[in-house]
T-cell receptor, first 112, second 110 residues
Framework: NAGVTQTPKFRILKIGQSMTLQCAQD?????MYWYRQDPGMGLKLIYY???????DKGEVPNGYNVSRSTTEDFPLRLELAAPSQTSVYFC???????????FGPGTRLTVL | QQPVQSPQAVILREGEDAVINCSSS?????VHWYRQKHGEAPVFLMI?????EQKGHEKISASFNEKKQQSSLYLTASQLSYSGTYFC???????????FGTGTRLKVLA
């Protein structure tokens, strides 16, 4: 049982490049979330999903897209990377019964 | 709107107690508490549901006052391992849009 996994762990992008941050969970959770955490700050919700095929925007969705074709995977797409997207990105999944969120280890992204 | 936590930062000696508060302007269904150590992902501590219940986890407990839309986290006889940033998290009633609080940095000194 790996829990929530994220790849890559680190990435440097040039302005204008695109990339996909991968997130997978093996706990059969319906709810999944993407957050970003800027240095010294709290976590901001980017997108969330309540099940396969169902996604919705969080607080800071601009510049990002998501898809949820399976229960296990919830990739986050960055289009036209900007320096303001330099952050640590966390994926999380949540149990239906206890509302406990389990976080992945994070992806540290730098846009230069 | 983001829940506001107080204090923003606190420094303790081992064995001292601390209280961290979380206030929301919106009606809450539940409040969660997390601890994040530097360079790591947040780790879930506990959840409090509507009903004003109080929960405990080792020497860490919390309360939830739904009328005031406030929750407090109580750390008793703090240990070095309690150092980190504490976040409350809420899910406004009727939504799945999870929001974290502003965070409280706690440092326990030997």
């Amino acid at each position: 049982n790996a829990g929530v996994t994220q790849t890559p762990k680190f990435r440097i992008l040039k302005i204008g490049q695109s990339m996909t941050l991968q997130c997978a969970q093996d706990m059969n959770h319906n709810y999944m979330y993407w957050y970003r955490q800027d240095p010294g700050m709290g976590l901001k919700l980017i997108y969330y999903s309540v099940g396969a095929g169902i996604t919705d925007k969080g607080e800071v969705p601009n510049g990002y897209n998501v898809s949820r074709s399976t229960t296990e995977d919830f990739p986050l797409r960055l289009e036209l990377a900007a320096p303001s997207q330099t952050s640590v990105y966390f994926c999380a999944s949540r149990t239906d019964s206890t509302d406990t969120q389990y976080f992945g280890p994070g992806t540290r992204l730098t846009v230069l | 709107q983001q829940p506001v936590q107080s204090p923003q930062a606190v420094i303790l000696r081992e064995g001292e107690d601390a209280v961290i508060n979380c206030s929301s302007s919106k009606a809450l269904y539940s409040v969660h508490w997390y601890r994040q150590k530097h360079g790591e992902a947040p780790v879930f501590l506990m959840i409090l549901l509507k009903g004003g219940e109080q929960k405990g986890h080792e020497k860490i407990s919390a309360s939830f006052n739904e009328k005031k839309q406030q929750s407090s986290l109580y750390l008793t006889a703090s240990q070095l391992s309690y150092s980190g940033t504490y976040f409350c998290g809420t899910e406004p009633s009727g939504t799945y849009k999870y929001i974290f609080g502003t965070g409280t940095r706690l440092k326990v000194l030997a």
